[in-house]
């Protein structure tokens, strides 16, 4: 993915069942359970994570591209429609 990429997220903290994203302001979890695609990854790919906007995280060894919106509220986004392979 090419383009500008603007530091705003940072994985603030990581346990057995998921982990801690702060972006700008807001600090939101991404459980395992819900993000299957994280739970085998190493802790430096989760922590190499960019804002590609102010909407949209991406993590480039992952290729894994959420929008916030999809963080916020995985139950209302099929995982089939998320830009990752489960």
Do not use: K
């Not at 939101?28 to 299957?36: A, N, Q, S, T």
């Not at 102010?54 to 830009?83: F, H, K, Q």
């Amino acid at each position: 993915m090419d383009g500008i990429y603007f530091s705003c997220a940072d994985v603030t903290s990581l346990s057995p069942h998921g982990f801690w994203l702060q972006c700008g302001e807001e600090e939101l979890y991404l459980p395992f359970v819900e993000f299957p695609v994280f739970e085998h990854a190493t802790i430096a790919q989760i922590c190499r994570v960019r804002c590609v906007s102010t909407g949209r995280v991406y993590w480039p060894e992952l290729d894994v591209d959420l929008t916030l919106e999809a963080i916020r509220n995985p139950m209302a986004y099929p995982r089939d429609s998320m830009n990752y392979d489960c």
